[in-house]
Structures are given as structure tokens and as C-alpha cells.
């Protein structure tokens, strides 16, 4: 049987060590996991159950290598932010997973941005609506390359950070998210059977804030390098 359309392609992510790739399935995106961040966007940072939006897989963008990559600025915004956070990404899946064991699925991990459309997302906040014209704009999840669990373990600490055509705009710790790798999956599982292939943007650092046509963001997480792209 033949499609009556062509097969739109698969994302898939290059791996540190090896000329495999990664086949992509969902984007799973946490919010405000980092104190710090939920107070500069108004919010109270105490330790309530975590919340979960999502971005199509066709919104990764990837990047690496030693040049910036090209990032297109998004229509219908001025005000379009950055967000550097940690990917986990999904060897194996599950339903009801315990956080004993939860962080046995984790393939790997990446440096990725949950690009962000804030006028758009805001708007939609205060008209209790979706935030989709928000986050899943096209390319508004950039990602670096898979660095697998077997070669780097499961980072829980270590500097997570953003700048902005060298100036350093965020800058936080891995040890200070609110809700773990493993305690995300674990929650996520109670409400979708998760699959290998999912991604989990694990929250952002305080610090977000806009980026213009021209500039140049470098997000680095320790550990797992940096990624730099150019918004043009």
C-alpha cells in the first residue's frame, strides 16, 4: 500500500561516540523546575506536582560543530526567549514507572532550548488558553548531540548556562530543579505510556530573557559541551 503523500521524515539525533542516530518520538517539556525561574515568571516555588506541555518532534533543530547554526526568528512575535535546559532522552518506555528505577530508561542526555514565543504564551495565559502558538513554533527546541548514559552517566549537578553574544544571560545548577530526572518520568508515566524515542525538556535556570535578529546564543551544560546558534 502506498501513502498518498511522502512520508514525512523522522527526526533523529546524532550520538557522541558512534555513527548511529536516535529516532525521535515525542517532546515531553516540563515548567518552572527551577525556583529560581518560577519566581521571575511569577510564580510560587514550592514544591506542587509539575506540570507538562509539549512541542511537535519537528521542532528540533539540530546543532553542534564548531560554527554557529542558523536559527530562524519566529512570525507573530517580538518577544522571542531562550530557555537552555537538560534532554533526556528515552531508551526504553513504560507505564507507571518508579522513581527507583526510572532513570534505567534514560538513554542519554543533550544540551537543548526551549525557544519561547512569550507574548504569544503570555497572551494565551491570561486567556486561559493552550500555550501551542507559544512553544511549538518551528525550531524551537534546538538540541546538541546524544551523549549516551554508558559513556557519562546521569549528570545531577554541574553548570547549566546560556549567553548571549558572549555576555552570560543564564546560569544556574543542575542540582537545583525542583522535580529530578527521575521523579519527571515517573509523573509523566502515570499519564502517558512513554516510549523509546521520547525527549524530556527538563526546565530552565532564571535568567530568560529575548533575543534579536543578529545575536548569537551559546548554551552549555557541563559535561555535555555547548551548542551555539544564530538568530537570523
Excluded at 19 to 37: K, M, S, W
Excluded at 49 to 71: E, R
Excluded at 194 to 222: H, K, N
Aim: aromatic content about 8%.
Amino acid at each position: 500500500m502506498l501513502s498518498v503523500i511522502p512520508n514525512p521524515p523522522r527526526v533523529a539525533l546524532p550520538i557522541v561516540g558512534s555513527a548511529d542516530l536516535f529516532p525521535v518520538r515525542r517532546l515531553y517539556c516540563v515548567g518552572r523546575n527551577y525556583a529560581a525561574h518560577a519566581r521571575e515568571m511569577g510564580a510560587d516555588p514550592e514544591r506542587e506536582p509539575p506540570f507538562f506541555f509539549m512541542k511537535p518532534a519537528d521542532a528540533l533543530q539540530i546543532a553542534g560543530g564548531a560554527d554557529p547554526v542558523p536559527h530562524p526568528y519566529p512570525p507573530r512575535t517580538r518577544n522571542y526567549h531562550f530557555e537552555v535546559e537538560l534532554v533526556a532522552a528515552l531508551g526504553t518506555g513504560g507505564r507507571d514507572i518508579p522513581v527507583a528505577s526510572a532513570l534505567d530508561h534514560v538513554y542519554g542526555y543533550a544540551v537543548g532550548l526551549d525557544m519561547t514565543r512569550r507574548d504569544l504564551q503570555d497572551e494565551a495565559k491570561r486567556m486561559a488558553r493552550p500555550w501551542d502558538l507559544g512553544k511549538a513554533a518551528d525550531a524551537s527546541a534546538p538540541i546538541g548531540p546524544l551523549h549516551p548514559v554508558s559513556r557519562i552517566g546521569h549528570p545531577d549537578r554541574g553548570l547549566i548556562g546560556l549567553s548571549v553574544d558572549g555576555a552570560p544571560r543564564q546560569k544556574g545548577d543542575l542540582s537545583e530543579m525542583i522535580w529530578s530526572v527521575a521523579e519527571q518520568i515517573a509523573y509523566l508515566s502515570a499519564y502517558f505510556e512513554l516510549q523509546p524515542g521520547d525527549l524530556l525538556f527538563t526546565g530552565t535556570p532564571s535568567g530568560v530573557g529575548p533575543v534579536q535578529r543578529g545575536e548569537t546564543m551559546v548554551a552549555s551544560i557541563a559535561g555535555l559541551g555547548e551548542i551555539a546558534l544564530a538568530v537570523v
